[in-house]
């Protein structure tokens, strides 16, 4: 029996990997804020008969406190972790700071990756083949790192925070490995692309109306769209960093994957949780 924990594992592609592993017999812990959707979690294993592997951690991903909690309680709770899967992200289309002072896309869907994929390397290292699976969207819409304002006080829209933070997990994952050169855990960066999930509920009503208009006509199921990442996370490439973009190969020697932009970055990224 394998273990994984999800975060973001309470919807979308998050529950439904998910409920994927726990019907193959094995062991998922989820992660994410809402008590109603972890609960429904929880009713939904128990409905396959997966009651007694299932579990759901309650944790607000946006604050460094609760990021390092979770480290805490997964230590804890597991002896082996085979898979950490990142599914937590949330469009916001005004500016939010966190209780950190920090921007709120930023902290949510990049930090939390940062500290929780670093901290739960020793049990990952415990498996046999471990596998760090990060839901982005490398080779996805273009944009750009702002270096001297990573929290967007200056002119934030909800699409700059997006794209910047999609740029900021090409060059986590790129820097991963560097970290840890003898790690055996594999770091995979995976767009999906279109996938008929609730990303549109925070959006304004014209452009949420947009958005699910375009989901009817476009995007994948659920369902469909996690087949080819459970195939992945159950059998991780060989490479210490690889890309897929629905299911295709991307390389990661593009300026993307630039190493030395992926260790200014992570130097940045230390700077910041210093003292927090």
């Known amino acids: ?34 008590q109603a959707r972890g609960q429904r979690f929880l009713d939904d294993a128990a409905r396959i008969g997966a009651a007694d592997r299932a579990a759901f951690i309650r944790a607000d991903l946006s604050t460094v406190a609760g990021m390092r909690a979770i480290v805490r309680q997964i230590e804890a709770d597991v002896d082996r972790l085979d898979g950490l899967v990142f599914a937590t992200q949330r469009f916001q289309p005004k ?23 670093h901290g739960l390397l020793e049990p990952l290292e415990r498996a046999r083949r471990p596998v760090i ?13 702002d270096w001297d304002d990573l929290q967007l006080r200056r002119g934030y829209k909800g699409l700059r925070a997006s794209t910047q933070t999609s740029r900021a997990l090409d060059l986590l994952g790129a820097d991963f490995p560097q970290r840890h050169p003898e790690a055996k855990t594999r770091y995979v960066l995976y767009n999906p692309m279109f996938v008929k999930t609730a990303m549109a509920e925070p959006l304004p009503l014209p452009l949420r109306a947009l958005t699910n208009g375009m989901a009817l006509l476009f995007a994948q199921r659920v369902e469909r769209a996690i087949v080819p990442m459970a195939a992945i996370i159950e059998d991780p490439p060989r490479a210490a960093l690889s890309a897929f973009k629905k299911g295709k190969p991307l390389s990661v020697e593009d300026k993307a994957f630039d190493p030395e932009n992926a260790a200014r970055l992570h130097r940045i990224t230390a700077e910041i949780l210093k003292g927090r």
């Open 1 to 34: 029996m394998r273990t994984y924990v999800v975060t973001g594992g309470t919807d979308g592609m998050g529950k439904g990997l998910g409920l994927h592993f726990l019907g193959k017999g094995d062991r998922v812990i989820a992660v994410a804020s809402g």
């Open 133 to 145: 699976f990060n839901l982005a969207a490398p080779d996805g819409i273009p944009g750009e790192i």
């Open 95 to 117: 500016r939010v700071e966190t209780a950190d002072g920090l921007e709120y896309t930023f902290a949510l869907s990049y930090l939390s990756r940062f500290v929780i994929g």
